[in-house]
């Protein structure tokens, strides 16, 4: 269920927090929560996103596109688990495709938040139980799990998880201070001229279409890297990190230079189905997933300090599809 409205700000109301405005606003959504969902850019004023300290003007117009997430019960799952490595602080997960990472909207079990707490022991909550919203309850679950960062749903390879409260907060500085080494591969389309760039593009989510990000001059600056890895006839295989961690930030930064990853239908326009090779263009649509794996991770152990490096080799789906381009 999706709430959408919009505002328009009067001189009475005007100098107020755009979330204490809203929070006034919208019946049976927390401030914490509102102030999430602003952050998240699901509030635009006067068509940008803006903070959720931002005093509202007078005239300004709010548009909010809310997402209600239903009750459920969160409960550890036994689903099995590629674990590269553990300790008792954290551990290291290959993500297959397919698997989301955390409940939400539509997505209530299931996913690897489920395995994790039935991996490291912990017993069922149930959402709504303790008079917050499930939205905040979320957060608390991905806190205590300890998912610091995330991959799209078909998006496989490494994620990294910390199993207390001192390594999520150490695990998320390092995220936010970019001392995470994050390196992916990627197919795309097309033959790519340059052994290498950079793509420097903000990245703010689609007006219209609320589940998809673009790029926008008011975004949040995003950063990718690539090289070349490989060339096919009509593809080009790369190597691509990121700087930032923006939602889709791979995806759209590529597909924003008309190279879109293969298989990815939210954003490469159709290109899956243009390919004139019928055995190529029906692999792609046999690989049910787009051609993005996280390969490569490396951070600071936040107890020992050790520096820590894993590579997680390509999946047995993709490298066959790489096969038959051969």
Not at 64 to 87: C, G, M, N, S, W
Not at 219 to 240: H, I, Q
Not at 256 to 273: E, F, L
């Amino acid at each position: 269920m999706t709430t959408e409205a919009t505002y328009t700000i009067t001189a009475e109301e005007a100098g107020t927090r755009l979330d204490a405005f809203l929070a006034s606003q919208v019946d049976g959504w927390s401030r914490s929560r509102l102030t999430t969902a602003i952050s998240d850019g699901d509030v635009l004023v006067n068509g940008k996103e803006a903070k959720p300290s931002y005093k509202v003007r007078d005239g300004d117009e709010i548009e909010v596109e809310l997402t209600e997430l239903p009750p459920a019960t969160f409960a550890p799952e036994e689903i099995p688990l590629d674990i590269i490595y553990e300790d008792d602080y954290l551990a290291v997960i290959n993500k297959p495709a397919g698997l989301v990472v955390h409940p939400g909207a539509g997505v209530p079990g299931g996913t690897l938040a489920n395995a994790l707490a039935f991996h490291f022991g912990f017993s069922t909550l149930e959402f709504g139980s303790d008079g917050r919203d499930d939205q905040s309850q979320i957060q608390d679950l991905k806190s205590k799990i300890g998912i610091v960062h995330r991959l799209d749903k078909d998006t496989s390879g490494l994620i990294v998880v910390a199993k207390d409260e001192a390594t999520v907060e150490e695990l998320s500085r390092q995220f936010h201070d970019r001392l995470v080494e994050k390196s992916y591969v990627a197919l795309v389309h097309g033959f790519v001229e340059d052994n290498s760039g950079t793509i420097d593009r903000p990245i703010a989510r689609h007006k219209h279409n609320r589940t998809r990000m673009t790029i926008a001059a008011h975004g949040r600056n995003a950063l990718t890297l690539w090289r070349v890895r490989e060339r096919f006839d009509k593809f080009t295989l790369l190597n691509v990190d990121i700087k930032t961690g923006r939602t889709h930030q791979i995806r759209v930064h590529l597909a924003s230079i008309n190279h879109p990853v293969v298989g990815d239908d939210a954003y490469n326009a159709g290109r899956d189905q243009t390919v004139a090779d019928l055995k190529i263009r029906k692999g792609i649509a046999d690989l049910n997933r787009f051609f993005l794996h996280a390969e490569k991770l490396a951070f600071t152990h936040p107890q020992s300090g050790e520096r820590l490096h894993f590579r997680q080799e390509l999946p047995d789906e993709l490298t066959q599809f790489l096969a038959l381009l051969s």
